[in-house]
């Protein structure tokens, strides 16, 4: 019997990479655990998260049993439907807190902009596949168009950090892709020119959040008042921390969005400088591993998708941390595996099910 149940679990997992597998759930495991002292013990919530743990898993077990071919052929379809139901938010989206970026379909409400975070990226790859042996100029810059539609679509809503994490899975599509240094100075020179128009086009709360990056004494009890109370509970952790369901600040109720965006300042004040450097390693092992699969990519579509999917889960651990220590501003990127949230726990999953299947199905055949 229990030979049997061990044949199918392997037939199972067959398209499964097991470090990367094993690397995710003790990352899981430590977000539940971050998520119960949260949320005061708050089992509801935390059943919840484990449901969309589950969801998100799943969805990348589907995936990562796709073969290569397929992924290939659904580039371009993800790609439009995603855009077209951008267009949809844009026109006929449910404004929420003074944003327009969910769109009612009648069984469900949906954010579109969470599926280009996979639909654009697959789409660059795609496109440069197809033009592998006769890439140009104007390739690229009908790849930057490609990219810049959906994002403009998205910091339309407005939604500055989905818009920026997409921007960044782009880029790392036409770097990985080949794009010349000398193309990529002129990018930032005219993007550093371009700063005193993108500065006017900002809403008022997105240009506070950038002028309270700087000095967030200046409204404490507003639009500072987050990065005030993130960074004196990542201090006040130490090098052991407090302990668990221990942090004062985030017991007290001083820590605003302890759960969802803010929820590394919980697991620093509770764990302390060690527990930081524990949490870090679990990423390194898979960040690591995503790096060998992306290295060990036998075409041109593989390696670009896994490399962007690999630097992309990079950013979100970089922004997130930045903005709650204060380096950078609050976006609202959430802490990849840990924070609470089903969305975004699907997208990265399905792009680590990508990354299962470039590794154990066989080399990719043109579609």
Request: aromatic fraction near 10%.
């Amino acid at each position: 019997m229990i030979s049997f149940l061990i044949s199918i679990w392997r037939y199972l997992t067959r398209h499964v990479d097991n470090f990367l597998l094993g690397s995710i759930f003790l990352l899981m495991l430590t977000g539940l655990v971050t998520l119960y002292s949260a949320t005061d013990g708050n089992l509801e919530r935390l059943t919840g998260q484990a449901i969309n743990m589950l969801t998100a898993l799943s969805f990348m077990w589907l995936v990562a049993n796709v073969p290569l071919r397929d992924i290939l052929r659904l580039a371009v379809p993800i790609y439009v439907v995603g855009l077209i139901l951008l267009i949809g938010v844009a026109l006929f989206g449910e404004i929420n807190n003074g944003a327009r970026r969910w769109l009612n379909i009648g069984i469900t409400h949906i954010q579109p902009s969470e599926l280009m975070k996979i639909g654009v990226p697959l789409m660059l790859a795609w496109y440069f596949d197809r033009r592998a042996a006769t890439l140009g100029t104007l390739d690229y810059v009908i790849a930057t168009v490609l990219l810049l539609v959906p994002a403009l679509l998205i910091m339309r809503q407005p939604d500055l950090g989905t818009a920026l994490l997409i921007i960044s899975s782009g880029f790392y599509i036409l770097f990985l892709g080949g794009l010349s240094w000398r193309i990529m100075t002129g990018l930032l020179v005219s993007i550093a020119g371009s700063l005193p128009i993108l500065w006017s086009m900002m809403h008022d709360y997105q240009r506070q959040r950038i002028a309270t990056l700087f000095d967030p004494t200046q409204d404490p009890l507003g639009s500072g008042y987050h990065i005030i109370q993130s960074t004196i509970a990542i201090g006040s952790g130490g090098l052991i921390g407090k302990g668990w369901q221990q942090g004062t600040q985030t017991h007290l109720d001083f820590l605003p969005e302890k759960s969802t965006d803010f929820i590394f300042a919980v697991f620093s004040e509770e764990f302390g400088l060690i527990g930081n450097i524990t949490l870090l390693f679990l990423y390194a092992l898979v960040i690591g591993r995503s790096i060998v699969i992306a290295a060990d990519a036998s075409t041109q579509f593989t390696r670009l998708i896994s490399g962007s999917i690999t630097l992309t889960f990079c950013t979100y651990i970089f922004v997130n941390i930045g903005m709650v220590t204060g380096i950078l501003p609050v976006v609202g990127v959430p802490l990849p595996l840990i924070s609470y949230g089903g969305t975004s726990m699907v997208t990265i999953l399905l792009g680590f099910g990508i990354l299962m299947s470039i590794r154990t199905h066989a080399t990719l055949v043109k579609a």
